[in-house]
């Protein structure tokens, strides 16, 4: 994990003060992964590690295998909230995720692998858009509620942001708006929209 022997020494005795059932190994796993993934330092991948490892209580019952929960949370945090190193910003991206997640997945049918699946997916188009972390979370949840597969309704909402982003000025005068007041618009659509199509009457209707 990029870290001396004296560092990483250090480490180790860190991951055993936790309290936590989760395995050396697997901590170990998690911290190897985040230092692959370009955080750096003992203070910042020790932090990463934790935070991964709080995830892990809360879903491991969906998500088992510590390398698919690693990939999956990290990646969807650097998607929604940019890539970082510093270990307290992690923390609090990773945390925000998986609480975001646990409330979803406990009031409904969807699951936190597909809605990771989903938000990776759209949050790359959504976000630039200034569309927050918790609205593009839980439109992942309402498509998969709905039954879209991810891959369907990925392409819709990204079709649908390719328009918007070619014709921002035209959203914007059609809703007789201004650019920051459509970027509101679109944080307060609820997640009905199913399709590309319902998905945009939605947003024209507002």
Same mark, same amino acid.
């Given at each position: ?19 936590? !059932? ?10 190897? %992964? ?10 910042? %991948?020790?932090k ?6 709080k ?29 970082? *190193? ?34 990776s !997916? ?16 839980a ?12 891959? !369907?309704?990925?392409?819709a909402?990204?079709? $649908?942001? *390719? ?11 059609? $809703? #007789?708006?201004? *650019?920051?007041?459509? *970027? ?5 659509i #609820?997640?009905?929209?199913?399709? !590309?199509?319902?998905f945009a ?6």
């Open positions: 994990v990029g870290l001396t022997a004296d560092e990483a020494n250090k480490f180790v005795e860190s991951l055993q003060a936790l309290d936590t !059932r989760t395995s050396l190994n697997d901590l170990l796993k998690i911290g190897s %992964i985040g230092g692959q993934q370009g955080i750096e330092g003992l203070d910042n %991948i020790t990463f590690t934790a935070a991964i490892d995830l892990k209580v809360s879903l491991g019952d969906e998500i088992p295998n510590v390398e698919d929960l690693v990939a999956g949370v990290s990646g969807l945090s650097n998607v929604l909230f940019g890539f970082t *190193k510093d270990g307290d910003q992690i923390t609090a991206n990773l945390l925000k995720i998986g609480n975001s997640l646990n409330v979803l997945s406990a009031s409904g049918k969807a699951t936190a692998p597909v809605i990771i699946d989903f938000a !997916r759209i949050g790359g188009s959504l976000a630039p858009l200034g569309v927050l972390p918790e609205k593009i979370l439109l992942s949840a309402a498509f998969q509620e709905f039954n879209i597969l991810p891959e !369907r309704g990925a392409t909402i990204n079709n $649908l942001v *390719k328009d918007l982003g070619a014709n921002v000025d035209l959203f914007a005068k059609k $809703l #007789s708006l201004n *650019k920051e007041q459509l *970027k509101d618009v679109v944080n307060n #609820s997640p009905a929209g199913a399709t !590309r199509s319902d009457m939605e947003l024209a209707l507002k």
